[in-house]
């Protein structure tokens, strides 16, 4: 019995103690994983903040760009550990990449950004005069500064918001706007089927002066109007009338906060007229260009095109093809003409420019198409017709979309072309590398 009983207590002890080594084991494993999680989260952690930290300070600081692409280590004393940062730049993309190493373990996350330039903040800026009209459509936002009211009608469609910062609005005919409308220092007319907004986004409407709808409009949302509001028409949201306290955006104060670009004084004058096919990076100028049924070609890969010239005209189904992701930057100093089936074609993604201070006129007519084109010409009259196709921005004197003119503002501008201009940055990418 005794020995049967001693048998029984060394497999009881051999049993406690393989289940105090399991356990031990379990727990050391489970220690591990715990201490192996929680360097995890610091490496990732501690990747993120100085992302985050470095990105808002180059945000703060956006001349400081340049001279910090490359490699650089970061100096953490609260962290055992590596960090490095990599600031890269392609076209007009940044790519700020932070690295952190802790232990072996490793975590990259990226940044990819661009600078956003307030200058090209909106799709259309008509600081005297805008005439929209016969099914012609802009997708993105329109800025109106002239005195006159701006008369809306003929099936024209804004697909974006609407500032009128000194005249009345008025909308018919069927014209239509899907986003907020703004009517800062006057009143707002609605009739003829007209419409603002869309039962699935409703908009917001803030007018300084009365609003008057007859005739069968429709507003889809809320109206706020420092005076009477008359309702012949049908309003979807709430009307909050005579109010004295409306809060109204307060864009960019063109040109004041964007003085017309001057000429820089390394551009060759305009003299002769284009003669070969290519133009490569550098400056050059020409008194004239012509490009009558060719194709003129734009090679920015290596650097930035200048170009200053007196004239520049494309038409009989001509061609501009900017190839690479710099910029063709162009100063106008009487007339551009894009018209029968013209193309500015940048299929690489590069930008295209156009900028002046004298009282130039560009046109865009009869089907051509233009991609990526920005201009800058506070003294210029730009005139769209017969079904041109257009993506990009314009700030002039006086701009003219008629006749089937479509017209997108694409989402990002990436230079500056006037020295006043204040600068954004918006995030493309964000996460793991």
């Not at 305009?270 to 090679?299: F, I, W």
Request: aromatic letters at 8%.
């Amino acid at each position: 019995m005794k020995g049967s009983a001693l048998v029984i207590t060394l497999m009881t002890m051999i049993l406690m103690t393989s289940i105090l080594l399991v356990t031990l084991s379990v727990y050391e494993k489970v220690e591990r994983d715990y201490i192996t999680e929680l360097k995890k989260i610091m490496v990732f952690n501690v990747t993120r903040s100085t992302l985050e930290t470095v990105y808002e300070y180059l945000k703060a600081n956006p001349d400081k760009l340049q001279s910090y692409l490359g490699e650089f280590q970061a100096e953490l004393k609260e962290f055992p550990g590596t960090v490095k940062l990599v600031l890269s730049k392609e076209g007009d993309e940044y790519k700020l990449t932070c690295t952190s190493v802790l232990d072996g373990f490793t975590d990259t996350q990226a940044i990819v950004f661009r600078k956003r330039s307030a200058l090209f903040s909106y799709a259309v800026v008509a600081l005297e005069k805008l005439n929209l009209s016969n099914n012609a459509k802009i997708h993105g936002n329109v800025l109106y500064r002239g005195e006159d009211d701006l008369s809306v009608s003929n099936n024209f469609v804004l697909e974006g918001n609407l500032i009128v910062e000194k005249a009345g609005l008025v909308l018919s005919e069927n014209a239509t706007i899907t986003g907020n409308v703004e009517v800062q220092n006057s009143n707002l007319t609605m009739s003829n089927n007209s419409c603002i907004g869309s039962p699935d986004k409703p908009s917001i409407v803030k007018v300084k002066g009365n609003v008057a709808l007859n005739n069968n409009p429709i507003l889809y949302g809320d109206v706020y109007a420092g005076g009477n509001v008359e309702n012949s028409g049908t309003i979807s949201g709430q009307i909050f009338a005579n109010q004295d306290d409306i809060t109204f955006s307060n864009p960019p104060d063109f040109p004041q906060d964007f003085p017309p670009p001057e000429i820089p004084d390394d551009l060759p004058p305009p003299s002769g007229k284009l003669e070969d096919r290519t133009l490569t990076s550098g400056t050059h100028g020409y008194s004239a260009v012509n490009v009558q049924g060719g194709k003129l070609t734009v090679n920015t890969s290596n650097g930035d095109v200048i170009l200053r010239v007196g004239g520049l005209y494309v038409d009989n189904n001509g061609i501009i093809e900017v190839r690479g992701k710099g910029n063709f930057v162009i100063y106008v100093d009487q007339e551009v003409t894009f018209s029968n089936n013209a193309e500015l074609k940048t299929p690489d993604g590069g930008k295209v420019f156009i900028v002046s201070d004298k009282n130039v006129d560009i046109s865009f007519s009869n089907n051509s198409s233009i991609e990526n084109l920005y201009i800058y010409a506070p003294r210029a009259k730009v005139n769209f017709s017969n079904n041109a196709r257009f993506t990009g921005s314009v700030v002039a004197r006086d701009v003219t979309l008629p006749n089937n003119v479509v017209f997108v503002e694409p989402q990002s501008v990436p230079i500056e072309v006037s020295e006043g201009s204040s600068t954004d940055f918006e995030i493309i990418k964000w996460g793991k590398d």
